[in-house]
């Protein structure tokens, strides 16, 4: 892979929802440890510190972005509905280069995080690799991507 993750947008409200409901679980978590740690009189030393809500919510969102946004599971639970693109789609390609005149076979494979993505698109001649993307959901019978 010759390409470079890149940020995408997509419009769905979940992409700052989700940050809140991180918050809150990070916030809970952190009181949870602390409440743990008085009841068993235990302390940890000066040098490791308790996590703090940062700590806990940067190691959470670092799971969720790579991995657990994926559950269906958690995706019902935190109302998820931005798309799972990523996969290898096969095709074929007609352009207007040519007045439509040519079918070009298409390969095209897409990997993404919940933060980032990169489109890989491969002919017999030529490949290129996305530089930036949008999905949008909304107001679309089925999530639509352009990216360049």
Same mark, same amino acid.
């Given at each position: 892979?010759? =390409?470079?993750?890149?940020?995408?947008?997509?419009?769905?409200?979940?992409?700052? /929802?989700?940050?809140?409901?991180?918050?809150?679980? &990070?916030?809970?978590?952190?009181?949870?440890?602390?409440?743990?740690?008085?009841?068993?009189?235990?302390?940890?030393?000066?040098?490791?510190?308790?996590? =703090?809500?940062? =700590?806990?919510? =940067?190691?959470?969102?670092?799971? *969720? /972005?790579?991995?657990?946004?994926?559950?269906? *599971?958690?995706?019902?639970? *935190?109302?998820?509905?931005?798309?799972?693109? /990523?996969?290898?789609?096969?095709?074929?390609?007609?352009?207007?280069?040519?007045?439509?005149?040519?079918?070009?076979?298409?390969?095209?494979?897409?990997?993404? &995080?919940?933060?980032?993505?990169?489109?890989?698109?491969?002919?017999?001649?030529?490949?290129? *690799? &996305?530089? +930036?993307?949008? !999905? /949008?959901?909304?107001?679309?019978? !089925?999530? +639509?991507?352009?990216?360049?």
């Amino acid at each position: 892979m010759k =390409g470079k993750f890149h940020s995408y947008s997509c419009d769905t409200k979940d992409r700052y /929802a989700v940050h809140i409901y991180l918050i809150i679980i &990070s916030i809970g978590l952190t009181f949870i440890i602390q409440l743990i740690l008085n009841t068993l009189d235990r302390e940890i030393p000066w040098w490791l510190g308790v996590p =703090g809500i940062f =700590g806990i919510y =940067g190691s959470i969102y670092y799971f *969720f /972005a790579n991995f657990l946004w994926k559950c269906s *599971f958690l995706r019902v639970i *935190f109302f998820i509905k931005t798309p799972i693109v /990523a996969g290898v789609y096969c095709g074929i390609l007609r352009s207007s280069h040519d007045k439509f005149g040519s079918d070009k076979k298409i390969d095209i494979e897409i990997w993404q &995080s919940w933060g980032k993505i990169l489109i890989s698109l491969k002919t017999e001649s030529s490949q290129s *690799f &996305s530089h +930036t993307c949008s !999905i /949008a959901v909304e107001d679309h019978p !089925i999530p +639509t991507i352009s990216y360049l």
